[in-house]
C-alpha cells in the first residue's frame, strides 16, 4: 500500500528527478512538475495527499501556487521548500495556509516524517467528512477507527452478521459493544426487526421476568393486563444482554433455557411462546474468573462463546485516537451549534499518550467538553488559534530551534559539522545558535551531565 500520494514541484530538474526517485523508493507515489501551472492544472484534476514546491521559481512562484490551491482546494496540503533560509518567508507561506516548510537543502528523512504527518492527517479529515456525511444521511456509523484492530474487528462482524448465530461480544468498559452489537444486527437480514438493549445490570431481579419474559393478568398485585416482554417485542430481531455477567444465577438458568429452546414462557402462565431473535450478549471479560467463582453457570458461558467478537481497548490502536477524536468534537459542535475548533498536532500528541482507561467513551467525552469550549487542558495547549499558544513565529522559531538542536547533537556536537548538514555557512548557525539561545540551552545540558 502506497504511503500516500505526492504532487511535487520544482524547477530544478536533477534536484525534481533526485526528490522522486528517493520518494519511489519509500513507497511513496510521485507525480513532478518543473512548471507550477501544470501541477496546479493537474491538482484540480486529481486529489494528491500533499504538494510539495520549491517557493523560488521563475513565472508562478511557490506562493502564488499555494494561495491558487488554498483558494480551490483548501482540503489538500501544501509544503514549501525554501534554499534560502528564509525564516520570515516560512511565517507567511504558513500564514497563507502552508501546512508545514522545509529548507534546502533538506534531511531526507526528516522530508518523510513530514510527509507521512500530512498524509495522516489528510486522510483523517476525508474519514472525518465521511462519517458526517453518513450521520447527515442518517446511516448507522457503528465501527470508527482505521487501525489494523478495527479493520479485523469491521471484517468479523460483517461475517458474523451473514450468520444467523448468537453471539458473545467482549470488551472493556467504554470499548463500544454496543455499537458492535448494532453494526451485526444493521448488516444481518434481521435489520428490519427490532434490536432490543437489556443493561442486565440495571434491571432489579425482582421485575427482570415480567420485562424480559412478559406477563399475564393477574399474575401479580398491579398486572392489570397481559404484558409482552422484551424478547417477544424483539420478534424478528435482535436482543442485546448487556454486563450478562451481572445477572443473578436464577435467572442464568431461565436465559439458558430460551437460547436453547427459542421459547419463553410469560410470568402467570402455563403455556410456552415461540420466539424468533437473535441473541447478542456483552461482558466485560471472558468470564472465567466469574465462573471460577461460582457466579456464572458454566453450561451458559458455553452456549453464548459458540462464536465470540473481542474488542481491543483504545490504548491497543492507538492510531485511532486522533480520527475518533476529531469525528466526536465535529459531531458536538454542530449538535451544539457552535464553530468547529481545529485540533493541533500538540494536543493530537498528547491525547496519543494517554492511558484512557474509559477508552472511547472516555475520549468521547473529552471531545464534546474540547468542542464545547470547557476542556482546559484541551484549551490550553490543544486548539489552533487559543490565545494560550506562541504566535505562528514563535512556532516558527521553536521549530528551527529543534532542527538545528537535533542536527547538533547527531554531529557529536560540532557546530562545523551541523552547518555542513543544514546547508548553511556556519558564520549563519552560530548567529542562529545565539539567537535561540541554544548555546546557554547547550552549556546547561553539560552542567547537568
Known amino acids: 500500500m502506497s504511503r500516500g500520494h505526492i504532487l511535487l514541484v520544482d524547477d530544478d530538474r536533477d534536484l525534481l528527478k533526485a526528490a ?47 494561495t ?5 482546494r483548501s482540503d489538500v496540503p501544501v ?29 531526507a528523512d526528516h522530508l518523510l516524517s513530514i510527509l507521512d504527518k500530512a498524509v495522516e492527517k489528510r486522510r483523517m479529515k476525508k474519514e472525518i467528512a465521511r462519517l458526517q456525511g453518513l450521520v447527515q444521511a442518517g446511516e448507522g456509523v457503528e465501527i470508527v477507527g482505521d487501525s489494523p484492530a478495527i479493520h479485523d474487528l469491521r471484517n468479523r462482524v460483517q461475517m458474523l452478521a451473514e450468520v444467523d448465530i448468537d453471539v458473545l461480544i467482549i470488551g472493556e468498559t467504554g470499548t463500544g459493544k454496543e455499537l458492535v452489537a448494532q453494526a451485526l444486527h444493521r448488516q444481518s437480514r434481521r435489520a428490519a426487526g427490532p434490536f432490543v438493549a437489556i443493561n ?11 420485562e424480559v419474559f412478559g406477563h399475564a393478568k393477574g399474575a401479580f398485585t398491579g398486572a392489570l393486563s397481559d404484558r409482552q416482554g422484551k424478547f417477544e417485542h424483539a420478534a424478528g430481531g435482535t436482543v442485546f444482554l448487556d454486563e450478562i455477567e451481572s445477572m443473578p444465577l436464577g435467572l442464568q438458568a431461565k436465559i439458558l433455557r430460551v437460547l436453547q429452546e427459542r421459547m419463553i414462557e410469560r410470568l ?35 452456549r453464548l462463546a459458540t462464536v465470540d467478537v473481542r474488542i481491543p481497548p483504545l490504548r491497543q490502536r492507538r492510531q485511532d485516537i486522533g480520527l475518533l477524536f476529531g469525528h466526536f468534537a465535529s459531531l458536538a459542535a454542530r449538535r451544539h451549534g457552535r464553530a468547529e475548533r481545529s485540533v493541533s498536532a500538540n494536543l493530537l500528541a498528547r491525547l496519543g499518550q494517554e492511558e484512557w482507561r474509559g477508552n472511547v467513551r472516555e475520549l468521547k467525552a473529552r471531545a464534546e467538553r ?26 516558527v522559531a521553536a521549530f528551527e530551534a529543534d532542527v538545528i538542536r537535533r542536527t547538533i547533537e547527531e554531529s557529536d556536537g560540532s557546530t562545523a559539522r551541523a552547518a555542513t548538514r543544514l546547508g548553511i555557512p556556519h558564520r549563519t548557525l552560530n548567529e542562529k545558535i545565539a539567537r535561540l539561545g541554544l548555546r546557554a540551552r547547550r552549556a546547561e545540558d553539560e552542567a547537568a551531565k
Open 370 to 395: 474540547f468542542a464545547l469550549g470547557l476542556d482546559a487542558a484541551g484549551s490550553a495547549d490543544g486548539a489552533l488559534g487559543s490565545a494560550d499558544l506562541p504566535t505562528l513565529p514563535e512556532q
Open 68 to 72: 491558487s490551491i488554498v483558494r480551490q
Open 79 to 107: 509544503i514549501l521548500m525554501t534554499g534560502h533560509g528564509d525564516v520570515t518567508l516560512a511565517v507567511k507561506s504558513m500564514k497563507e495556509g502552508a501546512e508545514d516548510f522545509i529548507e534546502k537543502p533538506y534531511d
Open 268 to 302: 402467570g402462565e402455563n403455556h410456552v411462546r415461540p420466539i424468533d431473535v437473535r441473541i447478542v450478549a456483552a461482558a466485560k471479560s471472558d468470564l472465567s474468573a466469574e465462573i471460577a467463582a461460582g457466579r456464572f453457570r458454566e453450561d451458559l458461558f458455553y
Open 20 to 66: 522522486t526517485d528517493w520518494l519511489e523508493i519509500n513507497d511513496f507515489s510521485v507525480r513532478a512538475f518543473h512548471r507550477p501551472e501544470e501541477a496546479y492544472r493537474q491538482v484540480m484534476r486529481e486529489e494528491p495527499d500533499v504538494v510539495v514546491s520549491d517557493i523560488r521559481m521563475p513565472g508562478i512562484d511557490g506562493m502564488t501556487l499555494l
Open 200 to 210: 442486565c445490570a440495571a434491571l432489579p431481579e425482582s421485575i427482570f421476568e415480567s
